[in-house]
């Protein structure tokens, strides 16, 4: 179990958490991160195929804001396939990999 140290007179407005693992959802509603890079809300009926909020969170930690990310998309489509090779075993389709992360990282 995570154990979090607060430093701080006014609560535990900082802090360093060992261990502690967060879900993306969770985390922007604490954190917002301003639309840079929101995970799709899902819709009842049939779970995900692939681990979408996975993906997400491995992007985000390969280009942190909008000045890292590469001009050529191709990048982080590729990225994206790679993480889903090694995690979900195959990747689903580009244009669903564009519709769900490319498109809200570039703004189309």
Known sequence: MG?????????????RARGL???LTTLSKVWPS????????LRQGRPP??????VTNY???????RESLPPEKARVTEAAEDWFRKNDGYPPDRRDIRRRIIKPLYDE
């Open 3 to 15: 154990q979090l140290d607060c430093h701080s007179r006014m609560g535990c407005l900082s802090g």
């Open 21 to 23: 693992s967060v879900p």
């Open 59 to 65: 992007i985000t930690s390969l280009f942190p804001n």
């Open 49 to 54: 195929e692939h681990d979408w909020e996975g």
């Open 34 to 41: 301003k639309g840079l890079y929101e995970v799709p809300k």
